[in-house]
Nanobody, 116 residues
């Protein structure tokens, strides 16, 4: 069964940190580009960060550059999103995405709330 399962979300104060994990199963993880997206209430889903399958090159939304870090462990079939210096505007449901040519898989999402 092709599946992505996110974990690590929760409530954190502004300036705090969280680490999201996304565990993949049912497909050859190392061949897929992995990304994190987020969707805040009333807003469109947006790309937060991505990491390539081959050379592991990364890209980030301008709003998170310097604060978030995406990484992958192909041996563990897992992609991570380290989020530091969190801001209230980072509050959203965060989704994991796997993509390879015409194939795409989405996780169910994990809620991140930044509030004092």
């Amino acid at each position: 069964q092709v599946q992505l399962v996110e974990s690590g979300g929760g409530l954190v104060q502004p300036g705090g940190s969280l680490r999201l994990s996304c565990a993949a199963s049912g497909f050859t993880f190392s061949l897929y580009a992995m990304s994190w997206y987020r969707q805040a209430p009333g807003k469109k889903r947006e790309l937060v960060a991505g990491i390539a399958s081959g050379d592991g090159s990364t890209n980030y939304a301008d709003s998170v550059k310097g604060r978030f870090t995406i990484s992958r462990d192909n041996a563990e079939n897992t992609v991570y999103l380290q989020m530091d210096s969190l801001k209230r505007e980072d509050t959203a449901v965060y989704y994991c995405n796997a993509r390879r040519t015409m194939q795409e898989v989405w996780g169910q999402g994990t809620q991140v709330t930044v509030s004092s």
